[in-house]
């Protein structure tokens, strides 16, 4: 009843009586009836291989539904846009991995715009390795989506396309042909201090940055904090680290957001959870609600002033489970304020276990972030 009722209001909406594609998330609370749920969909719907996954919370333009049993289902039919769902194991007999299997699945790549969206299972895919296997440069091929994520104490979550539900797979939808995009990316997070360049690094490890300590440059860059935001910085400090050939200034989209894992007073090296090299620009940040309602804002600026010469059909939305509610104290803020920019566009989307999304000229894995996808026809 919820997946028929969620899918005539998807066709309403979209003014059709039947749908090329449906992409469709639910919360655990359907574990039992996933199978009779997808029938529904694609019943009511006539796609033919309703694609997506488990969500904790699940995520519409009519609000984002934390701690409540959901199914969110948005329906799309073009003449412009082709539509490719998948499902991967994630292993498989032939001992292939994931990634690999989708890189062949989807090559030859079709010429034109293009994007790939994945809901990997976190629990049986590392969920990095899967975007190194199937990447290319995110100009050729965009990655967005998130993972998979279950119940609250679940270490298993559900994907699937068509009539097939795998426990331990990765759902997938390329999308190609005459379609505009449009991306944007919220990491929650306020630049703090001035930028500086890694001078030395090995692995993970920052040893110097401008030629100093490493760990000297980021005491100093808190020293100069004002007192509420000193005070901040003791559970909300965060590296942000672009290339090498990023544009000077350093723009917050261009920052790849990681951990400090750890110092050593010693040597003076700082660890965050990212490999870096030499020539880095690393900008340390501030990551709480008050800069993640700046962020959110400030992208989805951006993303609106990108989108005026294109005409946005929908969106998808994935947000990480440690935003909502739990980091703003109040809920359906990010869809408020989307929807502030972009009315009444379907959007649908998930509370997801790590999201996925360019940032700098390359595709990533992300935490604690926000990723919009804004789709349209050319």
């Known amino acids: 009843m919820a997946a028929t009722r969620a899918t005539e209001a998807a066709l309403e909406r ?18 039992s009836e996933y199978r009779e749920l997808l029938a529904g969909v694609q019943a009511v719907s006539g796609a033919p291989s309703p694609i997506g996954c488990t969500g904790m919370s699940v995520i519409t333009s009519e609000g984002e539904f934390e701690g409540h049993p959901g199914v969110a289902v948005l329906v799309a039919t073009s003449n412009a846009i082709r539509t ?3 499902l991967v194991p994630a292993t498989s007999a032939d001992t292939s991995s994931p990634g690999r299997t989708i890189r062949r699945l989807i090559d030859p790549l079709p010429e034109g715009p293009r994007l790939l969206v994945l ?4 629990f049986s895919v590392h969920v990095a390795h899967l975007i190194t296997e199937v990447e290319e440069d995110p100009a050729i091929l965009p990655i967005v989506g998130a993972a998979a994520s279950g119940g609250p104490g679940q270490r298993e979550s559900f994907q699937w396309c068509g009539p097939e539900i795998g426990l331990h797979a990765v759902a997938g939808l390329l999308l190609t042909g005459e379609l505009t995009l449009r991306l944007g ?7 703090i201090g001035q ?3 890694i001078s030395r690094a090995q692995a993970n490890q920052i040893i110097e940055l401008d030629g100093r300590p490493a760990l000297e440059r980021l005491q100093e860059t808190v020293a100069t904090l004002p007192k509420a935001e000193f005070e901040r910085a003791a559970h909300s400090l965060f590296a942000g680290i672009a290339h090498e050939d990023a544009q000077s200034p350093i723009h917050q989209g261009d920052l790849l957001v990681r951990n400090l894992v750890g110092v050593d007073r010693t040597s003076g090296v700082v660890a965050v959870a990212e490999q870096v090299r030499q020539g880095q620009i ?4 501030l990551r709480d609600a008050r800069a993640a309602r700046a962020d959110m804002r400030r992208m989805l600026e951006a993303l609106y002033a990108a989108t005026q010469r294109i005409r946005p059909r929908f969106g998808f939305y994935f947000n ?4 909502g509610v739990g980091l703003y104290g109040d809920a359906n803020h990010d869809i408020t304020l989307i929807r502030e920019f972009f009315g009444d566009l379907p959007i649908v989307g998930f509370f997801g276990n790590g999201e996925l999304a360019p940032v700098g000229g ?12 804004i789709i349209g026809e050319a």
């Not at 690393?282 to 940040?285: A, D, L, R």
Request: aromatic letters at 10%; glycine letters at 8%.
């Open 84 to 86: 490719r769902p998948f």
């Open 14 to 31: 979209a003014g059709v009586d039947r749908a090329d594609l449906a992409v469709v998330f639910a919360t655990p609370n359907y574990q």
């Open 119 to 122: 809901l990997p299972d976190p």
């Open 195 to 197: 930028p500086s360049r």
């Open 362 to 373: 390359k595709n990533y894995a992300h935490s604690y972030t926000g990723v919009l996808a």
């Open 320 to 323: 990480c489970l440690g935003r």
């Open 185 to 191: 990316v919220a990491q929650g997070c306020q630049p």
């Open 282 to 285: 690393v900008q340390f940040v």
